[in-house]
């Protein structure tokens, strides 16, 4: 791949109508260059960050031309903003998409007869069906621009199929120029782009990536909502007016709970995603570009020809799903050069929930491994930029393979001092390698840390690992905190995770030696503590006591054997975690678990209830508990309708969700013991039915409950009752 040519100057007549139509006195100098290409007839790439001017490359090459040029966009929005704006030059633009009426389409076929149009706007899709080229019929077609050309390639973030049929085009339209344009692609995916459109010794322009006046931040994820207020709060001016902004979130659930919390906080805001009506999407576009709201709720499929330049802050909620997306992303901030901000919450249990989120997609879309992998090694390069101290500048403008020169950028947290970076970082980095290395790099993360921080656990007691020389040098730090480290140092390179096993095992990588011997000084980061939980071993929402719960594995793993049954079959662990939380005294106590069943119950209770009492008694640990659900936004959003004593109806469609979602958080609201009164959402008259008839038939399902009260009473009316039968039966008792 060449990028070196000799440029065709552009002509003085070319600049004269430049700044007759436009109003621009000069071009940037990747424009001129691509400009240059298009007007010697040459194919060409040209890849410019969001913000550069991108359009204008063949927009004025096909005025100053003549003829009709044919440009392929994949977004009605996309095109419409763009004709839009064409035409409010002067300038005769039309589209072909989904949306336009017959009456339309019938209009611009009469246009392209009497050859009125420069610039023709279709989607993949419509550019490839057969008729597509008798339409121009007629006129000289001078060029294709295909836009959004990442599209083409399976390694960029929104493939599209039918784009790589786009290059059958050029039969059709021997005479014409490609132009292939796209604001984010790597080396890998700039080279796809050539292949699959064939472009023809093609001129490429790549300009830069860096955004010198956007501010990266990447912060640990604590509490979503104070985060986000914070940032919002940040950006207002002197008389309280907050400034445009842009909040990314990973699901659409996310986006509704975040827009809702933040609206109940007393904030403007407006949610976005795909999950809304066409009308609502468009209503929420228009009042943000309007700025008559100026912060939007949203998942990525918010942005995409969005033109407001005055954004001054973008959040991303969750990490984003790879660095071109982030850079995408952060890259509407700031767009008229103004200084601007963009902050990541960074948590390990997002990168976690984005690579199920791809699983099931690949699944849902039968998409081939190729395409998994792809992705997966996508989201670990975003998750390492986030992990890594690294001057975030840099990591950006490197990651699309371009040069950074400068030592410190001065805008971004690693050169701006605002990471705690670790004074003892080589000692603990020195510690985590000598034990991998006396563990002969034959066990995982968890093994390995239980070692360092000197656990007690069982598995340490049967492998025998309390005579190590490692064992509890780090004694005193958590165990989290532990295996954070060791992530971070895997993602430096100076330890590995193999895969060779089943089990994933850690090895001393490349850099392990010069780390141990001194000559390499690693950096580790201090993470904000309250944010690691050990999410890899809890099991419920709810916490639980963690000890009894195996011992009640135990019990249950022995109890299925002997019957040769799975031990799931025989109690789910969800019911042994309930048990595990709540610790039930008595066999009467056992009805109010969720799943178990009378039949278990008469089976199991009294050695279940036996097992729960000999380990209180003899740990002191008290009984009969209530659930305890950690504090999140989206709860808090439930609780506070709840004790306005809101309908399930009216929660429903507040929140946008089904009722049975509501019911699901109301059922733990009433297990944790903070409402006590249910009569807003059933009668007592119900209530004493569904007890009626749990009596007889057991609470494990539902079903029977449901056929034996008529019918009449809803599901989610039994769900409450049931939740809410242990209060009951005190309050009566008592
Ligand atoms: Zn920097």
Not at 641 to 666: C, G, H, M, P, W
Request: include cysteine.
């Amino acid at each position: 791949m060449s990028t070196t040519i000799a440029l065709e100057s552009i002509p003085p007549r070319f600049l004269k109508m430049l700044r007759e139509v436009w109003g621009f006195s000069q071009l940037r100098d990747s424009q001129e260059k691509a400009i240059a290409a298009a007007l010697a007839n040459r194919d060409a790439l040209v890849v410019m960050p969001t913000g550069g001017g991108k359009s204008l490359c063949y927009q004025a090459p096909a005025v100053y031309r003549g003829g009709c040029t044919i440009v392929i966009s994949p977004l009605i929005a996309l095109m419409k903003d763009q004709v839009d704006g064409l035409r409010q030059l002067g300038i005769p633009a039309a589209r072909w998409d989904s949306g336009s009426s017959n009456q339309e389409k019938r209009d611009l076929i009469e246009q392209l007869r009497h050859q009125q149009l420069r610039l023709f706007f279709a989607s993949p899709e419509r550019a490839l069906q057969k008729d597509f080229a008798d339409l121009f019929r007629g006129n000289q077609v001078p060029m294709i621009a295909i836009d959004e050309a990442h599209c083409v390639s399976q390694w960029g973030h929104d493939f599209r199929p039918e784009y790589r049929q786009l290059a059958q085009l050029r039969r059709h339209f021997p005479n014409a120029s490609v132009m292939a344009l796209t604001a984010t692609a790597t080396q890998k995916v700039r080279i796809d782009i050539l292949e699959q459109l064939k472009l023809r010794s093609p001129d490429i322009t790549v300009s830069s990536f860096d955004r010198p006046n956007l501010t990266y931040r990447i912060l640990p994820q604590v509490d979503v909502l104070s985060q986000c207020q914070a940032i919002i709060d940040r950006h207002r001016n002197a008389s309280g007016q907050s400034a445009g902004g842009i909040i990314y979130c990973m699901r659409r659930t996310d986006v509704d709970q975040l827009s809702i919390a933040l609206k109940d906080a007393g904030y403007s805001v407006v949610g976005y995603h795909a999950g809304l009506s066409y009308q609502q999407r468009q209503q929420a576009q228009d009042a943000f570009v309007n700025e008559k709201v100026q912060v939007v709720v949203a998942t990525v499929a918010f942005g995409m020809g969005i033109d407001r330049s005055n954004v001054r802050f973008v959040i991303h909620a969750s990490v984003p799903k790879s660095m071109e997306h982030y850079q995408q992303e952060t890259g509407r901030a700031g767009r008229d050069g103004l200084n601007a901000e963009c902050t990541l919450l960074f948590s390990s249990r997002d990168v976690k929930s984005m690579r199920g989120l791809i699983k099931n997609s690949a699944i849902e879309n039968n998409a081939p491994q190729t395409w998994v992998d792809s992705q997966m090694v996508q989201i670990e390069e975003i998750a390492t930029f986030c992990k890594l101290p690294v001057c975030r500048h840099r990591r950006i403008v490197e990651y699309f393979g371009q040069v950074y020169s400068s030592e410190k950028c001065g805008a971004c947290d690693v050169c701006l001092g605002e990471i705690d970076v670790l004074k003892d970082s080589k000692v603990i980095a020195q510690k985590i390698l000598s034990c991998v290395h006396h563990m002969q790099e034959r066990f995982g993360t968890n093994a390995i840390a239980d070692v360092l921080i000197g656990s007690n656990s069982r598995e340490i007691q049967r492998r025998g690992h309390e005579s190590l020389s490692t064992f509890g040098i780090l004694k005193g730090h958590k165990r989290a905190v532990v295996r954070d480290w060791i992530e971070q140092l895997t993602m430096a390179k100076i330890l590995l995770v193999t895969q060779d096993s089943n089990y994933p095992l850690l090895k001393l990588g490349p850099l392990a030696k010069e780390v141990l011997f001194g000559s390499l000084e690693p950096v580790l980061v201090r993470t904000v503590e309250s944010n690691l939980k050990d999410s890899s071993k809890s099991i419920a929402r709810f916490a639980y006591d963690e000890t009894l719960l195996e011992r009640l594995i135990d019990w249950r793993n022995e109890v299925a054997d002997k019957q040769k049954v799975a031990p799931y079959v025989l109690m789910s662990d969800g019911v042994l975690a309930e048990l595990a939380a709540r610790r039930p005294s008595s066999i009467d106590r056992l009805t109010g678990v969720t799943g178990l069943g009378s039949k278990q119950i008469a089976q199991h209770g009294a050695a279940i209830v036996g097992l729960i009492e000999s380990y209180c008694s003899f740990k002191s640990v008290p009984m009969d508990q209530p659930l305890r659900f950690p504090p999140s936004i989206l709860r808090d959003s439930y609780g506070v309708r709840f004790k306005q004593n809101r309908s399930l109806q009216q929660i429903a469609s507040d929140l946008n969700v089904t009722e049975s979602t509501v019911t699901k958080y109301l059922v733990e609201y009433i297990l944790d013991g903070s409402i006590s009164d249910v009569s807003v959402w059933i009668t007592s008259e119900e209530l004493d039915r569904v007890y009626q008839a749990a009596e007889k038939l057991g609470s494990g399902l539902l079903s029977p409950i449901y056929e034996a009260c008529e019918s009449q009473i809803s599901y989610n009316k039994i769900r409450i009752a049931l939740a809410f039968r242990p209060l009951h039966s005190q309050a009566r008792s008592g």
